[in-house]
C-alpha cells in the first residue's frame, strides 16, 4: 500500500512538473480604446503614452506617435521594434490573452494594421508578447494574419513559446 500511495504522489509531481499542453491553455479577451485610458505622459505632440488596466492586473501600454502605435504590457514592457521590417503600423483594439486555465495569462496576442504608408494601412500581423510574473513583457514573435489559421498559429507560438521564452536572450519568430 505505501509502494501505491508513493507512486501516485510521484506520478502526481510528475504531472505537476510537466509543461502545459495546448489543450490547456484557455483565451480571453478585452478591448481597449486606448486614448481614452488614463495619460501616463506625452500631450500627443509627438508622442502620447496611456494605461489601461488588462487581466489579472497586467497594465496595457499604449503609445502613439503620428506614424504608429504599438503597445507593451505590464510596467516593464521590452523597449524593441514591434515590427522591424514594417513602414507604419497601429495596435488593434481587442487583445487575447493566453495562459492556463483559471491562471494567470502568461502571453498576449494583438492584431496590427501595417503599411508602407500612413494612409494605406493595407496589411495585418498578430503580434504574440510575453507575460511574466515580474512585470516584464517582450515580443516573442508574429504571424502573418492575412494567411490561413494565422489565429491558430499565433495561439500556438504564445502556448509552446510563452511559458519558457526568455525576453532578451531567445529569438523571437516572425513567421
Known amino acids: 500500500m505505501r509502494i501505491a500511495r508513493l507512486a501516485l504522489a510521484i506520478g502526481f509531481a510528475a504531472l505537476l512538473a510537466a509543461p502545459l499542453r ?3 491553455w484557455a ?3 478585452t478591448t481597449h480604446d486606448y ?3 488614463r495619460k501616463d505622459r506625452g500631450d500627443g505632440d509627438p508622442v502620447a503614452v496611456h494605461r ?3 487581466k489579472a492586473g497586467i497594465a496595457v ?3 502613439a506617435d ?3 502605435s504599438a503597445v507593451g504590457f505590464g510596467p516593464n514592457p521590452a523597449e524593441e521594434a514591434i515590427l522591424p ?3 507604419f503600423f497601429e495596435a488593434g483594439r481587442t487583445i487575447e490573452w493566453r495562459g492556463p486555465k483559471g491562471g494567470r495569462p502568461q502571453a498576449a496576442i494583438l492584431r496590427y494594421a501595417t503599411g508602407r504608408s500612413v494612409g494605406r494601412l493595407d496589411g495585418a500581423r ?3 508578447y510575453r507575460l511574466d510574473a515580474g512585470g516584464h513583457s517582450c515580443i516573442i514573435g508574429s504571424v502573418d494574419a492575412r494567411k490561413p489559421a494565422a489565429n491558430a498559429a499565433a495561439r500556438r507560438l504564445a502556448d509552446e513559446r510563452g511559458p519558457s521564452f526568455r525576453c532578451g536572450q531567445d529569438s523571437r519568430s516572425d513567421r
Request: net charge negative; aromatic share 8%; hydrophobic share 40%.
Open 52 to 54: 489601461c488596466a488588462g
Open 22 to 24: 495546448a489543450g490547456q
Open 66 to 68: 503620428d506614424d504608429a
Open 85 to 87: 521590417d514594417i513602414g
Open 61 to 63: 501600454v499604449w503609445t
Open 27 to 29: 483565451s480571453s479577451y
Open 35 to 37: 486614448a481614452k485610458c
Open 126 to 128: 498578430l503580434v504574440v
